[in-house]
């Protein structure tokens, strides 16, 4: 999962494999998530978004799951191919306050696709 | 093609003199935001812009500056670079509709300042 510091956590598995990554989020009062992924020289890409209202949502080959109790959000990537290799990130925007729309980013996963 | 552009991709400078990388979007979003991205730090919001003429500051906002002139542009402005700016910038946007919306980025500045 993710974490605050200097090394990313990383997750390397086998194409065709099925990928989980993790995110630990701060605030309970955030409404709002995305998952970007990062691949290199390239600015962050939309993968998925969930609500608060929602605790599944899925996508083409992609799944997040958040719990609210735990405060943990989860990407689920199916068949995982050698294109998501990536670097995968968690946002979290939190509901009103003065920076409105502002996005909390966690540090990052690196994910690793083995042919 | 929906997208947010940014000038220059690349740029080494030296200290004190003044650049601005530029940022325009072509989809109509209300809502744009600079972020630069460190090791260790992930991605920190510098400054943000909810519609034209209205810019606000966001973590990390010191020694930058904005304007918002026009919808489309949000260009990021360093006075008088520091060694301690070298990074990797991002500019974003979204739809200001109420309603939560995914920010699209552009494909970074690398700024080194020597």
């Known amino acids: 999962g993710e974490s605050v510091g200097l090394h990313l956590p990383t997750l390397s598995v086998q194409e065709g494999d099925n990928s989980i990554i993790n995110c630990a989020y701060s605030n309970s009062a955030s409404d709002y998530f995305i998952w970007y992924k990062q691949e290199s020289g390239k600015g962050p890409q939309f993968i998925i978004d969930i609500r608060s209202n929602m605790d599944k949502r899925q996508g083409q080959r992609v799944t997040v799951l958040l719990n609210k109790t735990v405060k943990h959000l989860s990407l689920q990537i199916a068949a995982t191919q050698p294109g998501d290799s990536a670097v995968y990130f968690c946002?979290?925007?939190?509901?009103?306050?003065?920076?409105?729309?502002?996005?909390?980013f966690g540090q990052g996963t690196i994910l690793t696709v083995h042919p | 093609e929906a997208q947010v552009t940014q000038n220059p991709r690349y740029l080494i400078t030296v200290t004190g003199k003044k650049l601005t990388v530029t940022c325009s979007q072509n989809m109509n979003h209300e809502y744009m935001s600079w972020y630069r991205q460190d090791p260790g730090l992930g991605l920190r919001q510098i400054y943000y812009s909810m519609n034209v003429e209205v810019t606000d500051k966001g973590d990390v906002p010191e020694g930058y500056k904005v304007s918002r002139k026009e919808k489309r542009n949000f260009p990021l402005i360093l006075e008088s670079p520091s060694p301690n700016q070298t990074s990797l910038y991002f500019c974003?946007?979204?739809?200001?509709?109420?309603?939560?919306?995914?920010?699209?980025f552009g494909d970074g500045t690398r700024l080194s300042i020597l």
């Open positions: 974003a946007s979204s739809p200001w509709t109420g309603s939560n919306q995914p920010q699209h």
């Open positions: 946002a979290e925007k939190r509901a009103g306050g003065t920076s409105y729309g502002k996005l909390t």
